[in-house]
């Protein structure tokens, strides 16, 4: 089986193409990315097909999807403030991007789709756990688009029989995570500011919560299901119940690296929601041999890969030029 990954250059795209590669039921990978958020180093050493192109490009989308039997769909433009400092962006890489790649799924009769959504899609729905039947209500246009994105995709397996599965992604974190723009995630932010010893800038007061995903859990579920072709005529949460605050994050990061982190505090940024826990249920029983690996784990592992990148980074620097 050959799938088709796009976005497949960023975070969570390319810990999938690393882990399809070493999947025996994975015959081969397309990356489809435009490479304004992944990087082509992030595949360095996969023999994976890159195609560099946009996924509003239907040409390019036609030559990413032939031979394939399966799309991943996670390119997208990701971030909150982001999307508040260009709506038109987030809409059309999200919402259309996510139409022209079901679309072209279409044309070339490809079995399976999955594409991701977020847990932003909850917005100012209060009630914890997040069930998937609940109400939503974006408070952003980052996760208006990602709506849209779910939306589309099982509209098309109601309209057309396109088997798809819209996961909500919750927090994923994990090695690969860059720290270093402006629409850098928490955690990669907040490790890079430990090794450093600099001060860890916090958005409002701290204890606002999220559910935490490890990229290597996420990997295992999307992999299974993409070998076991599992659709869902519902959007299902992907996350284990690991809620915690961000200065419990900033706590078991000082245990890690054994000493204090310094917080600065600012204001709470526009579109956050202020807390976030999944109901899994639906989750559990659709992938119920899927072991999630433990936050303290996962934080380990990014520590330890961010702590290499690093290192790596100070050993070019001291070389004599």
């Not at 076991?228 to 284990?240: K, M, T």
Request: contains cysteine; glycine residues 8%.
């Amino acid at each position: 089986m050959r799938i088709l990954i796009t976005g497949g250059a960023g975070f969570i795209g390319s810990n999938l193409a690393r882990a399809a590669m070493v999947d025996p039921t994975v015959g081969g990978v397309t990356v489809l990315d435009d490479l304004s958020v992944g990087l082509r180093a992030n595949l360095d050493g996969l023999d994976v097909e890159l195609i560099e192109g946009s996924i509003l490009d239907e040409a390019a989308l036609d030559v990413a999807m032939a031979g394939c039997e399966a799309v991943v769909h996670l390119a997208a433009l990701p971030s909150v403030p982001r999307s508040l400092s260009d709506p038109l962006a987030s809409h059309h890489a999200n919402a259309t991007g996510t139409l022209m790649v079901l679309e072209a799924a279409r044309r070339h009769r490809v079995g399976h789709v999955l594409v991701a959504s977020s847990s932003s899609v909850y917005g100012m729905n209060p009630a914890l756990p997040k069930t998937e039947l609940t109400w939503t209500r974006p408070m952003s246009p980052y996760a208006a688009s990602k709506l849209a994105t779910e939306a589309y995709a099982l509209a098309h397996q109601a309209s057309f029989g396109l088997p798809t599965m819209a996961f909500r992604f919750f927090n994923v974190f994990g090695p690969g995570q860059r720290h270093d723009h402006a629409y850098a995630a928490v955690i990669p932010r907040f490790v890079h500011a430990a090794l450093r010893d600099e001060p860890a800038v916090v958005h409002g007061d701290g204890t606002q919560s999220r559910d935490f995903t490890y990229v290597g859990t996420v990997c295992d579920v999307i992999l299974d299901a993409v070998r076991r072709r599992v659709h869902h005529p519902h959007p299902v949460n992907l996350a284990f119940g690991a809620r915690a605050s961000l200065l419990r994050v900033l706590d078991e990061l000082e245990w890690l690296c054994g000493r204090p982190i310094a917080r600065e505090y600012a204001p709470p940024r526009t579109g956050d929601v202020a807390h976030s826990l999944a109901d899994n249920a639906t989750l559990r029983q659709l992938f119920p041999n899927v072991a999630p690996v433990a936050r303290a784990e996962g934080l380990r592992a990014t520590v330890e890969w961010m702590a290499g990148r690093l290192d790596a980074e100070r050993a070019v620097a001291a070389v004599p030029r």
